[in-house]
């Protein structure tokens, strides 16, 4: 027995549900227990039940109003049937006012599908407007590698939006899709017209620098005098356009290649000259340890005649091996310095106008001193602790360049 419907089942397995003052046969269910057969008939008014909560449940969360539409249309069926046991009547309530809140449903969906439709569009205009920017950059300006890569997503995500997004009325899709399509031709002729100048360009590097390497080559072939010659190439070839990565890296390999053949022949004819310096150098550091004695020289006129003599000595001896020859040149230039220090002192103590000019100073400085050490006593008597401490470093600076003068 149902909570809010009488029912009965008879011997046969018939179902009788209780109306008002009569009763009304909804099916058989033999061969089980009267419980059994109430039980199945409560089921089947519990699934109607429940298809109906769950499409009252999909409207309140925004469903289609058409698909509601159709639903009710089934479980009004079903609750038309009264197939089952359970208050039908309150079905049939809730299924009525389901269907008339459709209405309000069906201007909500369109609302929503209005805005859908709108956001749609501007999805697209926005993937347009991006094609046409980059369509109207300077083709010189562009960086092709990254801009191709940018169209590729451009024209992916508007597939995307062409699959998944609301379906735009005929005009707006194919005014959108021209500007689109319009915008992607023009780069894709910017793009052949910008590789096909490069190649040309290219063609015109790779041709120039590969006359630059017959030119090498043949320096190569010409002997280890070419050098300077080699370098004249690399100045011309610093100024030569670029042929492309692959392309220039390959030219520059084979153009480095003849210039490491061209420095290893000459280094192998500086190998043997510096071989045959040995000697030289030998006799050049022997000289040197004698001209070193000079550094702590103090007759002016002797160290002059024995640097003189160890000059020309020097110049006979010849040349050495480069990788000695700064050293040796270096330690030479030092005992010349110092034995021509040697003879600007002398030069300097015996120059008379100097010596004039610094006695007159000299003079001027101690007279200034003496007027000082008078400041310095009356200061004194009045025990002027901060002018006597001033005094006595002006005295100090004086006496100071009294020194520098005497020296």
Partial sequence: MSEKTQARVDSDGNVYVVEGSGERLIGQYPDVTAEEAIAFFERKFNDTN???VLLEQRAK??????????????????????????????LADRATKLSASLVELSAAEKEMQAEALERAKAEREAIVSEMEKLAAVDPQKIQWKQTTKKV??????????Q???????????NELWKRFRDARHKLDQHRRAFFADLDAKNKGAKSAKEELIAQAEALVADGTGNVAAYRSLLDKWKLAPRAGKKIDDALWSRFKAAGDA?????KSVDDAEDESFAGNLEVKLALLVEAETLLSATDRVEARSKLNAIQKKWDAAGKVPRAHFKSTEDRLRKVEQAVRALEDNHWNASNPEKIARS?????QIQDKIAALETELESAKVDKNTTKIAEIEAAIKTQNEWLAVLSK
Avoid: C, V
Wanted: proline share 2%.
């Fill in 359 to 363: 006695e007159g100073l000299a003079g």
């Fill in 50 to 52: 429940s298809a109906l």
């Fill in 262 to 266: 061209i420095y290893a022949a000459k």
């Fill in 152 to 161: 590729d997503e451009l024209f992916a995500q508007w597939q995307a939006a």
């Fill in 61 to 90: 969360n925004g469903a289609s109003a058409s698909e509601i539409a159709e639903s009710i249309a089934k479980i009004s069926e079903q609750i038309e049937a009264r197939a089952g046991i359970g208050n039908y009547e309150a």
């Fill in 163 to 173: 699959k998944n997004s609301p379906r735009l009325n005929k005009t707006d899709a």
